[in-house]
């Protein structure tokens, strides 16, 4: 599918789709990681899977996204990357928008504060002398 602001590949094998998209609130860098499924009922076991293993899911019936009507369930891991399950069962004539984003965004920020490594203090630079030499001790 190619469209002005988005374009997606779907390979045969493996079976992977590639989605790249130009929205002006995205930022630049990965926006998020999806997984493909070919049934609503394999949709729900990895939700239920998710839901099982501790994590908080964020499910959406009947979304419009990406030129396509999908059922998801979204997921951020400990690093904030968002992951997608999807369903699609029908094209669309509009981009649209998740309406869990917001939310997943929200707990993925406050995710990484508490469980994502803590940043590397800034080294204090040293005092020097003159031209770049050490100053004396």
Known sequence: MVKDDYAKWMLDD??????ISKQPARALGVDHVGIQVDTGGELAELSSRLKAAGAETFDEAATTCCYAQSDKSWVADPAGVRWET???FG??????EDQAMAKLEATAAAGAA???PAPAPEPKPQASACCGAPAAA
């Open 114 to 116: 508490c469980c994502g």
């Open 14 to 19: 493996p079976r992977v789709n590639f989605a």
């Open 91 to 96: 094209e669309a004539t509009t981009y649209g």
């Open 86 to 88: 999807f369903y699609t």
